[in-house]
Protein backbone atom coordinates (compact mmCIF):
# COMPACT_ATOMS: atom_id res chain seq x y z
CA UNK A 1 0.00 0.00 0.00
CA UNK A 2 2.84 2.48 0.63
CA UNK A 3 4.60 2.07 -2.55
CA UNK A 4 1.29 2.08 -4.52
CA UNK A 5 0.73 5.31 -3.02
CA UNK A 6 4.25 6.76 -3.41
CA UNK A 7 3.66 5.67 -7.11
CA UNK A 8 1.10 8.22 -7.46
CA UNK A 9 2.70 10.95 -5.48
CA UNK A 10 2.91 14.32 -7.95
CA UNK A 11 6.14 15.09 -9.37
CA UNK A 12 7.80 17.92 -8.89
CA UNK A 13 10.18 20.12 -11.33
CA UNK A 14 13.06 21.62 -9.94
CA UNK A 15 14.21 24.58 -11.70
CA UNK A 16 17.79 23.99 -12.14
CA UNK A 17 20.13 26.78 -10.87
CA UNK A 18 23.37 24.98 -11.54
CA UNK A 19 22.80 21.61 -10.07
CA UNK A 20 22.77 19.77 -13.55
CA UNK A 21 23.60 20.92 -17.17
CA UNK A 22 23.32 24.40 -18.08
CA UNK A 23 20.99 23.47 -21.14
CA UNK A 24 18.41 21.96 -18.50
CA UNK A 25 15.76 24.05 -17.48
CA UNK A 26 13.85 22.20 -15.09
CA UNK A 27 14.55 17.99 -13.91
CA UNK A 28 12.75 15.52 -11.66
CA UNK A 29 14.41 12.88 -10.31
CA UNK A 30 13.00 9.69 -8.37
CA UNK A 31 13.62 6.17 -7.52
CA UNK A 32 15.19 4.68 -11.03
CA UNK A 33 14.37 7.38 -13.22
CA UNK A 34 15.56 11.29 -13.68
CA UNK A 35 13.69 13.19 -16.09
CA UNK A 36 15.33 16.02 -17.55
CA UNK A 37 13.69 19.41 -19.60
CA UNK A 38 15.58 21.42 -21.90
CA UNK A 39 13.97 24.00 -24.34
CA UNK A 40 13.33 20.85 -27.18
CA UNK A 41 13.57 18.16 -25.38
CA UNK A 42 12.53 15.75 -22.51
CA UNK A 43 15.13 13.32 -21.18
CA UNK A 44 13.76 10.73 -19.53
CA UNK A 45 16.79 8.16 -18.39
CA UNK A 46 15.37 4.42 -16.78
CA UNK A 47 16.80 2.43 -14.27
CA UNK A 48 15.93 -0.88 -13.62
CA UNK A 49 17.79 -3.15 -11.15
CA UNK A 50 17.26 -6.71 -12.18
CA UNK A 51 15.98 -9.29 -8.81
CA UNK A 52 18.08 -10.19 -6.09
CA UNK A 53 18.77 -13.32 -4.83
CA UNK A 54 15.69 -13.43 -2.80
CA UNK A 55 13.60 -12.58 -5.99
CA UNK A 56 15.09 -15.28 -8.02
CA UNK A 57 18.38 -13.65 -9.01
CA UNK A 58 22.40 -13.60 -8.51
CA UNK A 59 24.29 -12.72 -6.04
CA UNK A 60 25.12 -9.65 -8.27
CA UNK A 61 22.16 -7.04 -9.34
CA UNK A 62 23.28 -4.92 -12.13
CA UNK A 63 20.41 -2.13 -13.75
CA UNK A 64 19.55 -1.69 -16.79
CA UNK A 65 19.82 1.90 -18.59
CA UNK A 66 18.25 3.51 -21.13
CA UNK A 67 17.75 6.82 -22.23
CA UNK A 68 14.31 8.11 -23.89
CA UNK A 69 14.24 11.26 -26.02
CA UNK A 70 11.45 13.06 -27.07
CA UNK A 71 11.90 16.14 -29.62
CA UNK A 72 9.55 19.10 -31.31
CA UNK A 73 10.52 19.00 -34.93
CA UNK A 74 9.96 22.51 -36.27
CA UNK A 75 9.32 24.17 -32.99
CA UNK A 76 10.58 27.35 -31.84
CA UNK A 77 13.85 26.79 -30.51
CA UNK A 78 13.73 29.06 -27.83
CA UNK A 79 10.24 29.18 -25.83
CA UNK A 80 9.97 30.76 -22.76
CA UNK A 81 9.69 28.25 -19.88
CA UNK A 82 8.27 28.67 -16.64
CA UNK A 83 7.41 27.01 -13.56
CA UNK A 84 3.76 26.60 -12.12
CA UNK A 85 2.23 25.92 -9.54
CA UNK A 86 4.79 26.37 -6.65
CA UNK A 87 5.43 23.91 -4.11
CA UNK A 88 6.31 24.34 -0.63
CA UNK A 89 9.60 22.37 -0.56
CA UNK A 90 12.88 23.52 -1.39
CA UNK A 91 15.62 21.12 -2.91
CA UNK A 92 19.60 21.53 -1.45
CA UNK A 93 22.64 20.29 -3.08
CA UNK A 94 25.99 19.90 -0.54
CA UNK A 95 28.64 18.81 -2.83
CA UNK A 96 32.04 18.33 -2.17
CA UNK A 97 33.97 20.92 0.45
CA UNK A 98 33.27 23.75 -2.12
CA UNK A 99 30.77 26.27 -1.09
CA UNK A 100 30.90 28.16 -4.24
CA UNK A 101 29.02 25.17 -5.96
CA UNK A 102 26.41 24.01 -3.68
CA UNK A 103 23.15 25.38 -4.12
CA UNK A 104 20.28 26.21 -1.54
CA UNK A 105 16.88 26.78 -1.59
CA UNK A 106 16.23 25.58 -5.06
CA UNK A 107 11.98 26.08 -6.12
CA UNK A 108 9.99 22.97 -7.06
CA UNK A 109 7.15 23.58 -9.07
CA UNK A 110 3.95 21.04 -9.78
CA UNK A 111 4.23 21.70 -13.48
CA UNK A 112 6.37 23.20 -16.50
CA UNK A 113 5.19 25.58 -19.21
CA UNK A 114 6.71 26.09 -22.79
CA UNK A 115 4.96 28.74 -23.90
CA UNK A 116 4.17 28.69 -27.93
CA UNK A 117 6.42 25.86 -28.85
CA UNK A 118 4.47 26.38 -32.01
CA UNK A 119 2.38 29.56 -32.44
CA UNK A 120 -0.06 30.00 -30.17
CA UNK A 121 0.50 26.23 -29.12
CA UNK A 122 1.90 25.72 -25.28
CA UNK A 123 3.04 22.33 -24.17
CA UNK A 124 2.47 21.66 -20.24
CA UNK A 125 4.31 19.15 -18.60
CA UNK A 126 2.97 17.05 -15.36
CA UNK A 127 2.78 13.77 -13.56
CA UNK A 128 3.53 11.34 -10.88
CA UNK A 129 6.13 8.90 -10.10
CA UNK A 130 5.51 6.39 -13.05
CA UNK A 131 4.16 8.31 -15.79
CA UNK A 132 4.54 11.48 -17.40
CA UNK A 133 1.69 13.84 -18.69
CA UNK A 134 2.06 16.68 -21.10
CA UNK A 135 -0.48 18.84 -22.59
CA UNK A 136 -0.28 20.62 -26.12
CA UNK A 137 -2.68 23.34 -25.55
CA UNK A 138 -3.89 24.46 -29.03
CA UNK A 139 -5.27 28.24 -28.83
CA UNK A 140 -8.62 29.43 -31.10
CA UNK A 141 -7.76 29.03 -34.67
CA UNK A 142 -4.27 27.30 -34.18
CA UNK A 143 -3.82 23.82 -35.96
CA UNK A 144 -2.78 20.95 -34.16
CA UNK A 145 -1.39 19.52 -37.43
CA UNK A 146 2.11 21.46 -36.91
CA UNK A 147 2.64 19.34 -33.79
CA UNK A 148 4.67 16.88 -34.36
CA UNK A 149 7.27 14.91 -31.92
CA UNK A 150 10.57 12.55 -32.68
CA UNK A 151 11.69 10.21 -30.80
CA UNK A 152 15.22 8.98 -30.10
CA UNK A 153 16.53 5.76 -28.10
CA UNK A 154 13.76 4.03 -29.39
CA UNK A 155 14.18 0.74 -31.40
CA UNK A 156 10.73 0.54 -32.95
CA UNK A 157 7.58 2.64 -32.58
CA UNK A 158 4.07 0.84 -33.38
CA UNK A 159 0.49 1.67 -32.86
CA UNK A 160 -1.38 -1.16 -30.57
CA UNK A 161 -5.12 -2.23 -30.95
CA UNK A 162 -6.00 0.08 -28.23
CA UNK A 163 -4.63 3.35 -29.99
CA UNK A 164 -1.45 3.18 -27.56
CA UNK A 165 1.95 4.10 -29.10
CA UNK A 166 4.25 1.28 -28.10
CA UNK A 167 8.24 2.66 -27.58
CA UNK A 168 10.47 -0.36 -27.69
CA UNK A 169 13.53 0.93 -26.21
CA UNK A 170 16.95 -0.90 -25.58
CA UNK A 171 15.82 -1.48 -21.53
CA UNK A 172 12.09 -2.87 -22.59
CA UNK A 173 8.68 -1.61 -23.67
CA UNK A 174 7.22 1.74 -22.74
CA UNK A 175 3.60 2.99 -23.66
CA UNK A 176 2.23 6.15 -24.29
CA UNK A 177 -1.75 6.06 -23.66
CA UNK A 178 -3.68 7.12 -26.94
CA UNK A 179 -3.99 10.65 -26.47
CA UNK A 180 -6.79 12.60 -24.71
CA UNK A 181 -8.27 15.24 -26.92
CA UNK A 182 -10.75 17.57 -25.09
CA UNK A 183 -12.59 21.32 -24.97
CA UNK A 184 -14.17 23.14 -22.24
CA UNK A 185 -17.12 23.36 -22.98
CA UNK A 186 -19.96 25.59 -20.26
CA UNK A 187 -17.60 24.19 -17.51
CA UNK A 188 -17.82 20.62 -19.27
CA UNK A 189 -15.04 18.84 -20.78
CA UNK A 190 -15.98 17.57 -24.43
CA UNK A 191 -13.71 14.58 -25.58
CA UNK A 192 -13.05 15.33 -29.02
CA UNK A 193 -12.11 11.84 -31.01
CA UNK A 194 -8.16 11.36 -32.20
CA UNK A 195 -5.06 9.58 -32.77
CA UNK A 196 -1.68 9.49 -32.96
CA UNK A 197 -0.18 9.74 -36.95
CA UNK A 198 2.76 7.98 -37.33
CA UNK A 199 5.41 9.93 -39.13
CA UNK A 200 8.80 8.45 -41.09
CA UNK A 201 11.87 9.17 -39.18
CA UNK A 202 10.40 7.87 -35.66
CA UNK A 203 8.03 10.60 -35.83
CA UNK A 204 4.42 11.22 -34.54
CA UNK A 205 1.88 13.53 -34.93
CA UNK A 206 -1.87 13.43 -33.93
CA UNK A 207 -4.98 13.46 -35.89
CA UNK A 208 -7.75 15.44 -34.49
CA UNK A 209 -11.59 15.19 -35.58
CA UNK A 210 -13.67 18.23 -36.19
CA UNK A 211 -13.63 20.10 -33.02
CA UNK A 212 -14.57 24.24 -32.11
CA UNK A 213 -11.68 25.96 -33.69
CA UNK A 214 -13.25 29.09 -31.52
CA UNK A 215 -12.24 27.61 -28.23
CA UNK A 216 -8.90 26.25 -26.75
CA UNK A 217 -8.39 22.58 -27.39
CA UNK A 218 -6.11 19.79 -24.79
CA UNK A 219 -4.12 17.05 -26.51
CA UNK A 220 -3.21 14.94 -23.09
CA UNK A 221 -0.27 12.00 -24.24
CA UNK A 222 0.90 10.01 -20.72
CA UNK A 223 3.92 8.53 -20.97
CA UNK A 224 3.57 5.28 -18.85
CA UNK A 225 7.25 4.00 -17.33
CA UNK A 226 7.85 1.44 -14.85
CA UNK A 227 11.06 1.21 -12.89
CA UNK A 228 11.89 -0.67 -9.15
CA UNK A 229 12.01 1.35 -6.31
CA UNK A 230 15.80 2.08 -5.51
CA UNK A 231 18.03 4.84 -5.69
CA UNK A 232 18.49 7.58 -8.28
CA UNK A 233 21.70 8.30 -9.47
CA UNK A 234 21.52 10.19 -12.81
CA UNK A 235 22.90 13.26 -13.53
Do not use: C
Not at 29 to 37: A, C, N, S, V
Not at 161 to 171: P, S
Not at 202 to 224: C, E, M, R, S, W
Amino acid sequence: HAQATFLKTPLHFEANQGQTDAQVKFLSRGPGYGLFLTPNEAVLALRKTKPTPSEGGTDETPSESSVLRMRLVGANPNPEVTGEKKLPGKVNYFKGNDSTKWRTNVPTYGKARYANVYPGIDLVYYGNQQQLEYDFVVAPGQDPASITMAFEGVKRLALDANGDLVLQTLGGAGRQRKPIIYQEVAGERQTIEGSYLLKPDDQVGFQVAAYDATKPLIIDPILVFSTYLGGSNFE
